[in-house]
């Protein structure tokens, strides 16, 4: 893939996740830096990955092609203003930051920005990532077809018609790594009430989780809910548990703790 400079602003948890899997793919480590005001999380990734790290973001965005706005969402204002200096006009910059609107952006900046908006996720970390993206008609196609491989070096992507739509993909794909780590907490708890040590429920439920998505990523023909009956005998264990499961609404309350993913980033659109 082509290889731009590109500056991280911010070098936090989402951060990471991408650099260590654009480095692990073959991205050249020289090519990047990352700056964060604390040394704490900044110096790790130049000790883990090589890349270059600073406290100064005005330098690394004024040298960079690609600039990457990697801060927590109530941040980016303050961090954006003092880049208002720079000339941003060839330059690609990435937003990942949820709740944060493309027009939003260009007034932080005081500019049209040629911009991409990306929704990552951590597995990007270790290539298996999933990201959805949004540009305007604006962004040249050179700069959304540089975004699109950088994402696909750490994972897949879609890309959404409407800005509107990276909210969905934040309650799909950006937050819900959280869920399915609860979901295992859950399970690795009781697992231990049920008398198995911490080492060996955890094992238990991470072997099941990665055996079952794997399952699903290798099966792309089977619908989910195959899969699902494949492990249900009738009048089995599973079919007791699955039972139990939508005693309880299970459907119901992963549709509402999305809805709540997607109304939080609204809300975040009018409060930052
Ligand atoms: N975490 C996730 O799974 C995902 C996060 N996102 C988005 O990514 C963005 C970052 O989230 P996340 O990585 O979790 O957040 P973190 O809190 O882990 O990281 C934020 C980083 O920003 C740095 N920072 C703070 N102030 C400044 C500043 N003035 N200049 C430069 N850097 C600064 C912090 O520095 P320091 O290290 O010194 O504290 C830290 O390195 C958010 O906007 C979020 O919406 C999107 C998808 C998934
Ligand atoms: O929790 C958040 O707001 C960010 C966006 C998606 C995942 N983490």
């Given amino acids: 893939m082509e290889q731009r400079s590109i500056a991280f602003i911010g070098a936090g948890n989402m951060a990471r996740s991408i ?18 005001p604390g040394p704490a999380r900044r110096e790790p990734l130049a000790r883990d990955y090589g890349i270059h790290t600073g406290d100064d973001n005005l330098l690394a965005a004024e040298q960079a092609e690609v600039i990457v706005l990697a801060v927590k969402p109530q941040l980016m204002e303050e961090v954006c203003r003092p880049l208002q200096g720079i ?22 900046l005081a500019t049209e920005l040629n911009l991409v908006r990306v929704m990552p996720n951590t597995p990007s970390l270790i290539g298996k990532g999933m990201s959805g993206m949004y540009a305007s008609d604006l962004v040249a196609a050179a700069d959304k077809a540089f975004a699109e491989n950088l994402m696909r070096a750490v994972g897949e992507v879609c890309w959404v018609e409407q800005e509107s739509g990276i909210n969905g993909i934040i309650a799909a794909a950006g937050s819900a790594p959280a869920y399915f780590f609860l ?3 859950a399970m690795q708890t009781e697992a231990i009430r049920q008398g198995f040590d911490p080492q060996t429920a955890r094992l238990l439920v991470q072997q099941s989780a990665a055996g079952a998505a794997e399952m699903v990523v290798a099966n792309p023909d089977t619908e989910l809910a195959t899969l699902r009956e494949q492990v249900t005998s009738k009048g089995g264990t599973t079919a007791e548990a699955l039972r139990t499961f939508n005693e309880h609404q ?23």
């Fill in 183 to 185: 979901f295992m907490e």
């Fill in 250 to 272: 299970l459907s119901d309350t992963v549709a509402k703790a999305m809805r709540a993913a997607i109304s939080r980033a609204e809300e975040m659109e009018k409060l930052f």
């Fill in 87 to 108: 000339d941003l006009s060839g330059k690609l910059v990435i937003s990942i930051a949820a709740g944060i609107s493309a027009q939003r952006l260009n007034e932080m």
């Fill in 19 to 36: 650099i260590a899997g654009l480095v692990c793919s073959g991205y050249p480590a020289d090519k990047i830096t990352a700056t964060a």
